[in-house]
């Protein structure tokens, strides 16, 4: 097993690289992993920065006292992939976000297409981004990820359009694509945008937008996948072709 991540705001040591890591983090790590003097754990920002420590003591029941010998920089992988998630009803949608997470997206953006039950408005709309946000850096955390993915604003179909004609990779995941996925030229860096649409599939008004911002349609296999699986099978597939799992 791999030494377990905790999130910090910054690597500030004392002497000897003694360092405390309290609050809500230390409190898990005393009181819920029972961490004990010569265990290792690795303590990141979640932005890339992140270190090996070994711990020393612990003080309480949210106190983990640990030495911090070094601090390292992961630097950002290539290419960048981005998923557009359409958004999902009930739970779904940070369940798409959480396994999303474990494969290794880089960044997710909710996007309220137009057949969308679900849609976020006012204060639910932010608690629902809240969520979203919590789930990623939890599944950041498990999944012993030093650099979490970025999870967007809720986005519009013309800001999704933006989006994708910035990309060096612009796809949507769509019945009516005559390409597989498995089978698309990928770019070996930049950025990979993919748009995986509601249950009620990507309007024919957004596809033609998206077209028109340079995305092409593609099909993902011979399978109907949920709208909360199908970004991340999209994804371990990417990551596969593009050597980042390799």
């Not at 960044?107 to 789930?135: H, M, N």
């Amino acid at each position: 097993m791999t030494a377990p991540v905790f999130v910090v705001e910054h690597f500030d040591a004392g002497s000897g690289g003694r360092y405390v890591l309290d609050g809500p983090e230390g409190r898990h790590a005393v009181s819920v992993k029972r961490l004990r003097p010569g265990e290792d754990v690795v303590l990141t920002d979640g932005a890339g920065r992140w270190a090996e420590c070994v711990v020393l003591d612990t003080e309480g029941k949210d106190r983990l006292i640990v030495r911090l010998d070094s601090v390292a920089e992961q630097p950002q992988p290539e290419p960048r992939i981005t998923i557009v998630q359409a958004l999902p009803k009930g739970d779904r949608g940070e369940l798409a976000v959480e396994t999303m997470t474990e494969v290794g997206v880089d960044a997710i953006v909710p996007w309220a297409a137009s057949r969308c039950i679900t849609q976020w408005k006012g204060d639910r709309g932010l608690k629902a981004l809240a969520k979203w946000r919590a789930t990623a850096r939890e599944a950041g955390k498990q999944s012993r990820r030093v650099r979490f993915p970025d999870v967007a604003d809720a986005a519009t179909s013309k800001q999704v359009a933006a989006l994708l004609a910035k990309a060096d990779f612009a796809a949507v995941l769509h019945e009516s694509g005559t390409e597989p996925l498995a089978g698309a030229e990928l770019p070996a860096e930049g950025e990979i945008v993919l748009v995986v649409g509601p249950e009620g599939g990507v309007s024919p008004e957004e596809l033609t937008l998206f077209a028109e911002a340079g995305a092409r349609a593609y099909r993902l296999g011979p399978s109907v996948l949920r709208t909360s699986t199908a970004g991340t099978a999209a994804a371990a597939l990417l990551l596969g072709r593009t050597g980042r799992w390799s």
